[in-house]
């Protein structure tokens, strides 16, 4: 079963997305460009998680709640999980270890928690963009103890990247891929401490039109997220 994928957007909760990107808009934009098995993945939060996930199912889509995980190291880690109770037990231990600290919306804008018919539910009063006190090295495995999966966010970017952040790859933080955006340059591909890690292409999407028609496939034995994590678990190979 061949089916069309993005694995990295954010909604209105995520304090530098768009308030169009409520969760009920994002699904069905990700439906107009074709893609078929999507994730939500806001900045330290799965709070719009539920909400996305019903919208999605309306619209024939495979959706997986996620986070982009911020580390202590300053690095977007993009975790996703097999069901939404999994992935709201990660939101409970990532929210222990974030600063206290509260938003400021005049400055971030605000970060809206919605329902799945675009209804407002509250606002997040705490700042969602900071690091959590948990260390990239503890990511992957922290993230398989609630049946989820874990891989660094556009590595090719020079901020909040694991290269831009400490300057490498290193086999034994246990990520069996790496994201890139759409726009990374040929040559990062054949750095030496890159050899044989397997890629993917997200789009890390904070607006609507930011969201790709669909351009990247995978094939599972089954339209599940169970194997979905199983596909990327394996590098993304079949």
Same mark, same amino acid.
């Given at each position: 079963?061949?089916?069309?994928?993005?694995?990295?957007?954010?909604?209105?909760?995520?304090?530098?997305?768009?308030?169009?990107?409520?969760?009920?808009?994002?699904?069905?934009?990700? =439906?107009?460009? !074709?893609? $078929?098995?999507?994730?939500?993945?806001?900045? %330290?939060?799965? &709070?719009?998680?539920? +909400? @996305?996930? /019903?919208?999605?199912?309306?619209?024939?889509?495979?959706?997986?709640?996620?986070?982009?995980?911020?580390?202590?190291?300053?690095?977007?880690?993009?975790?996703?999980?097999?069901?939404?109770?999994?992935?709201?037990?990660?939101?409970?231990?990532?929210?222990?270890?974030?600063?206290?600290?509260?938003?400021?919306? =005049?400055?971030? !804008?605000? $970060?809206?928690?919605?329902?799945?018919?675009? %209804?407002?539910? &509250?606002?997040?009063? +705490? @700042?969602? /963009?900071?690091?959590?006190?948990?260390?990239?090295?503890?990511?992957?495995?922290?993230?398989?103890?609630?049946?989820?999966?874990?891989?660094?966010?556009?590595?090719?970017?020079?901020?909040?990247?694991?290269?831009?952040?400490?300057?490498?790859?290193?086999?034994?933080?246990?990520?069996?891929?790496?994201?890139?955006?759409?726009?990374?340059?040929?040559?990062?591909?054949?750095?030496?401490?890159?050899?044989?890690?397997?890629?993917?292409v997200d789009c890390d999407a904070h607006y609507l039109n930011q969201i790709p028609d669909a351009h990247q496939y995978m094939d599972l034995p089954e339209p599940t997220a169970h194997a979905v994590l199983d596909w990327l678990r394996r590098g993304g190979r079949s």
């Amino acid at each position: 079963m061949r089916l069309s994928f993005d694995l990295h957007m954010h909604s209105c909760l995520s304090p530098c997305g768009g308030e169009d990107n409520t969760p009920a808009n994002l699904a069905a934009m990700c =439906a107009l460009a !074709g893609l $078929q098995v999507v994730a939500l993945t806001d900045h %330290n939060t799965t &709070g719009n998680c539920p +909400a @996305f996930c /019903a919208a999605a199912q309306r619209h024939g889509l495979l959706a997986l709640p996620g986070m982009e995980l911020t580390t202590r190291e300053d690095v977007h880690v993009v975790c996703l999980f097999p069901d939404l109770p999994a992935a709201q037990r990660f939101d409970g231990y990532v929210r222990a270890r974030l600063p206290n600290i509260g938003n400021d919306p =005049a400055y971030w !804008g605000r $970060q809206l928690l919605m329902d799945d018919g675009d %209804n407002i539910l &509250g606002e997040e009063t +705490a @700042f969602l /963009a900071g690091a959590a006190d948990i260390g990239v090295y503890d990511v992957h495995a922290l993230a398989a103890s609630y049946g989820g999966i874990a891989f660094p966010a556009h590595i090719d970017r020079s901020a909040f990247s694991l290269l831009g952040a400490l300057g490498f790859w290193d086999p034994d933080m246990g990520f069996p891929l790496a994201e890139l955006t759409p726009h990374c340059p040929p040559a990062l591909r054949e750095r030496p401490d890159l050899k044989g890690v397997p890629f993917i292409v997200d789009c890390d999407a904070h607006y609507l039109n930011q969201i790709p028609d669909a351009h990247q496939y995978m094939d599972l034995p089954e339209p599940t997220a169970h194997a979905v994590l199983d596909w990327l678990r394996r590098g993304g190979r079949s």
